[in-house]
């Protein structure tokens, strides 16, 4: 009797207190919050991998660690031949860092106002666009060479923050369905089926962000990578990369690295190089936009374009690389829930 009445007692206390812990442990999370959101996120499609290749494993966990190693292949390829080419334009085009900082960088800048020269425009105005042509060079060589200093010192933080990545996504992957049992059970039961449509929506999101987005900048990445090959481009793997990132950028698009490695060439007398990565970067990008991503990610029509557009914009501002996962993520989860209340709303007052 004595311990009934402890737990009616206690029973008042328990909300707040589990509040409170919550906070906390937000608190002491916070530095790591999104690092951990990203590994959750990423554990969804190592999950998906695992469960492909469990069958032949019979193993689990080995199961999740070969689905982490298929999924990081691509990233570290990505991010291995984009250092390797940045690393190369350094030593072979913009000399030494030394030589960078001072604002002397051993660039041919002579060409540029032979270029600029022939285009018969008033001297005065010929002399202003080289010297802007000029500075935007040396700007971009110095912003290229402190960037790599700060790089470097914030190495042990990245490294922090790439071993917490590691564990978040296996403990996440291995104990998904742990997380997810045990998310059922807190859950009342009138609330379950609300709760269910939210998560059948975040699945929809997340395969969206992979169907809609990931991989038509990947095939728009590639399709560029070979054009820049073939039009005899330096460095073309590295300005594929770039053209498949820029994919994500608003109206603009890829066009922002297309027209201005187009007008570049045009300036120092490559006029047919030049005007056919216009034109070939114009076909690319039509086609991967206007017919490729439509036709991958038709199933996915439910989620608004524009919970995308705003989550991939002002999730990378606000939360860096992991923000182009979490920020499309949390806007259309929050575009669910005010989607499937407003579904249950309105059968409540059709049935009153």
Same mark, same amino acid.
């Given at each position: 009797?004595?311990?009934?009445?402890?737990?009616?007692?206690?029973?008042?206390?328990?909300?707040?207190?589990?509040?409170?812990?919550?906070?906390?442990?937000?608190?002491?999370?916070?530095?790591?919050?999104?690092?951990?959101?990203?590994?959750?996120?990423?554990?969804?499609?190592?999950?998906?991998?695992?469960?492909?290749?469990?069958?032949?494993?019979?193993?689990?966990?080995?199961?999740?660690?070969?689905?982490?190693?298929?999924?990081?292949?691509?990233?570290?390829?990505?991010?291995?031949?984009?250092?390797?080419?940045?690393?190369?334009?350094?030593?072979?085009?913009?000399?030494?860092?030394?030589?960078?900082?001072?604002?002397?960088?051993?660039?041919?800048?002579?060409?540029?106002?032979?270029?600029?020269?022939?285009?018969?425009?008033?001297?005065?105005?010929?002399?202003?666009?080289?010297?802007?042509?000029?500075?935007?060079?040396?700007?971009?060589?110095?912003?290229?060479? !402190?960037?790599?200093?700060?790089?470097?010192?914030?190495?042990?933080?990245?490294?922090?923050?790439?071993?917490?990545?590691?564990?978040?996504?296996?403990?996440?992957?291995?104990?998904?369905?742990?997380?997810?049992?045990?998310?059922?059970?807190?859950?009342?039961?009138?609330?379950?089926?609300?709760?269910?449509?939210?998560?059948?929506?975040?699945?929809?999101?997340?395969?969206?962000?992979?169907?809609?987005?990931?991989?038509?900048?990947?095939?728009?990445?590639?399709?560029?990578?070979?054009?820049?090959?073939?039009?005899?481009?330096?460095?073309?793997?590295?300005?594929?990369?770039?053209?498949?990132?820029?994919?994500?950028?608003?109206?603009?698009?890829?066009?922002?690295?297309?027209?201005?490695?187009?007008?570049?060439?045009?300036?120092?007398?490559?006029?047919?190089?030049?005007?056919?990565?216009?034109?070939?970067?114009?076909?690319?990008?039509?086609?991967?936009?206007?017919?490729?991503?439509?036709?991958?990610?038709?199933?996915? !029509?439910?989620?608004?374009?524009?919970?995308?557009?705003?989550?991939?914009?002002?999730?990378?501002?606000?939360?860096?690389?992991?923000?182009?996962?979490?920020?499309?993520?949390?806007?259309?989860?929050?575009?669910?829930?005010?989607?499937?209340?407003?579904?249950?709303?309105?059968?409540?007052?059709?049935?009153?």
């Amino acid at each position: 009797m004595a311990l009934e009445n402890l737990k009616i007692k206690s029973f008042s206390t328990i909300i707040p207190l589990i509040i409170l812990l919550t906070l906390l442990s937000l608190g002491v999370l916070t530095p790591i919050l999104t690092t951990l959101i990203f590994g959750a996120i990423l554990a969804y499609y190592v999950r998906y991998i695992a469960k492909k290749i469990r069958p032949y494993l019979k193993n689990n966990t080995l199961s999740v660690f070969l689905g982490m190693i298929i999924l990081a292949i691509p990233l570290i390829l990505l991010i291995y031949f984009t250092f390797n080419q940045f690393l190369s334009i350094a030593g072979s085009l913009f000399g030494s860092l030394q030589q960078a900082a001072t604002g002397n960088p051993p660039v041919n800048l002579n060409q540029i106002n032979e270029a600029v020269q022939n285009l018969n425009l008033p001297s005065n105005v010929s002399q202003n666009i080289a010297d802007s042509i000029k500075s935007w060079i040396t700007e971009f060589i110095s912003y290229m060479a !402190s960037s790599v200093i700060t790089l470097v010192s914030s190495i042990p933080f990245i490294a922090a923050q790439i071993l917490i990545l590691f564990f978040s996504v296996f403990y996440f992957a291995r104990d998904g369905d742990k997380i997810i049992q045990y998310t059922k059970d807190i859950i009342p039961d009138k609330d379950k089926d609300f709760y269910h449509q939210i998560l059948n929506s975040a699945d929809d999101v997340l395969k969206s962000i992979i169907v809609g987005n990931i991989i038509p900048a990947v095939i728009l990445g590639i399709l560029s990578g070979v054009v820049y090959y073939f039009l005899g481009y330096q460095y073309a793997i590295l300005l594929a990369i770039i053209s498949g990132i820029a994919m994500f950028i608003p109206v603009i698009g890829p066009w922002i690295v297309y027209g201005a490695i187009g007008i570049f060439s045009i300036l120092i007398g490559n006029t047919f190089q030049g005007v056919m990565v216009i034109i070939m970067g114009w076909i690319i990008e039509t086609s991967t936009d206007f017919y490729i991503r439509p036709k991958i990610a038709v199933q996915y !029509s439910e989620i608004h374009p524009l919970v995308f557009l705003l989550g991939f914009i002002y999730g990378a501002v606000t939360m860096g690389v992991p923000g182009l996962f979490i920020g499309p993520l949390i806007l259309g989860i929050t575009y669910a829930a005010y989607k499937v209340y407003r579904k249950e709303k309105v059968k409540s007052n059709k049935n009153s």
